[in-house]
């Protein structure tokens, strides 16, 4: 994934913003910034609550002028666009609403966008002057504004071959009543965000899906993502999974071992070869000849892998190669 391209400073008044992640989850005393401490967050989810909470003359001042990279956002519904100010690549500042007052008057609008990835540029000329034929491309992509190349419009930067992009947030929780701002890595892929946000264990990413799917269905989901239903390599890294998954729930899991092709020669869904396995007493047992998959806590709080049938639904966990 071409992270580093996305990655960039967006100027924020974290004094006076509050930003909201959904769902809200996993964000830990280890990741938190000092109460009222300037974040500089780089590619922030805004919510119109967000913005309510800007004084008379504020605005949020995005800094699109800092390189020549494009900026994804994720705006929850139709904003305010009069409070956010745009800084552009030549110094000057355009509100949004001015700015994308071409976009805004189509058809296509925000209001449509939103719950889409788009992308602003740090240039003035991609922000005006949009012909229809344009606008239709934008709207196909989910994009509100897309880089412009000699003979058209070009494909937006930041989504690289596979589609992901990386961004950081940044969430406002209480602790002990105090104000704290964490940091949240979340993953998006074709413009859809991973159920979870991004956790990192021994330098692999995984995402928690707290809803169950078949193990099939849970598969296609992380390859969605470019990742694999997760595989447990070690026993520091399935205590580690243990207690952040069950921190979601308690209810059982799906990984990634099975043995669907040949029975009782078990696999992982990455390819990975492992050592490594922790099956419960008496397991697996391919209970009524059916069972080809396997999932974690069979009996919470204890460890140990169970096999089931595979088109049961269970929450799942997915992991980055
Ligand atoms: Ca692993
Ligand atoms: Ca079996
Ligand atoms: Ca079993």
């Known amino acids: 994934m071409n992270i580093a391209r996305v990655a960039r400073v967006l100027s924020l008044p974290l004094c006076a913003l509050t930003l909201a992640l959904a769902p809200a989850i996993g964000c830990t005393g280890d990741e938190v910034a000092a109460p009222g401490e300037q974040v500089d967050a780089k590619n922030v989810r805004v919510t119109a609550a967000d913005l309510a909470?800007?004084?008379?003359?504020?605005?949020?001042?995005?800094?699109l002028g800092a390189s020549d990279v494009l900026y994804h956002f994720y705006f929850d519904r139709a904003l305010d666009?009069?409070?956010?100010?745009?800084?552009?690549?030549?110094?000057?500042?355009?509100?949004?609403?001015?700015?994308?007052?071409?976009?805004?008057?189509?058809?296509?609008?925000?209001?449509?966008?939103?719950?889409?990835?788009?992308?602003?540029?740090?240039?003035?000329?991609?922000?005006?002057?949009?012909?229809?034929?344009?606008?239709?491309?934008?709207?196909?992509?989910?994009?509100?504004?897309?880089?412009?190349?000699?003979g058209g419009v070009g494909d937006a930067k930041p989504l690289a071959e596979d589609n992901c992009i990386t961004q950081i947030v940044y969430?406002?929780?209480?602790?002990?009543?105090?104000?704290?701002?964490?940091?949240?890595?979340?993953?998006?892929?074709?413009?859809?965000?991973?159920?979870?946000?991004?956790?990192?264990?021994?330098?692999?990413?995984?995402?928690?899906?707290?809803?169950?799917k078949s193990w099939d269905a849970a598969t296609a989901y992380c390859d969605k993502f470019n990742m694999n239903l997760v595989t447990i390599?070690?026993?520091?890294?399935?205590?580690?999974?243990?207690?952040?998954?069950?921190?979601?729930?308690?209810?059982?899991?799906?990984?990634?071992?099975?043995?669907?092709?040949?029975?009782?020669?078990?696999?992982?869904?990455?390819?990975?070869?492992?050592n490594y396995v922790n099956w419960a007493p008496g397991e697996p047992n391919n209970a009524g000849g059916n069972e080809g998959c396997a999932q974690l806590n069979r009996f919470y709080p204890d460890h140990g892998w169970n096999d089931e049938p595979c088109n049961l639904h269970y929450r799942f966990i997915c992991e980055s190669n």
């Not at 909470?53 to 800094?63: F, P, Q, Y």
């Not at 709207?139 to 509100?144: A, K, Q």
Request: hydrophobic share 40%.
């Open 53 to 63: 909470k800007l004084r008379d003359g504020e605005t949020l001042k995005v800094d």
């Open 81 to 150: 666009y009069g409070k956010i100010a745009l800084q552009l690549e030549d110094g000057s500042e355009a509100l949004m609403s001015t700015a994308l007052a071409d976009l805004l008057a189509s058809p296509y609008s925000p209001h449509e966008a939103s719950n889409k990835s788009f992308v602003l540029t740090a240039r003035a000329e991609n922000l005006s002057g949009l012909t229809a034929q344009e606008i239709e491309i934008l709207r196909n992509d989910g994009m509100l504004v897309k880089e412009r190349i000699p």
């Open 171 to 212: 969430q406002t929780i209480y602790v002990n009543g105090q104000e704290v701002i964490c940091e949240l890595k979340i993953l998006i892929c074709d413009g859809e965000m991973a159920c979870s946000d991004v956790k990192e264990f021994d330098g692999h990413d995984y995402v928690f899906c707290n809803h169950a």
């Open 233 to 274: 390599n070690t026993i520091n890294e399935e205590g580690w999974l243990h207690a952040m998954a069950n921190m979601f729930s308690t209810q059982k899991w799906w990984i990634g071992y099975n043995d669907q092709a040949v029975e009782g020669s078990w696999v992982w869904q990455s390819g990975e070869s492992s």
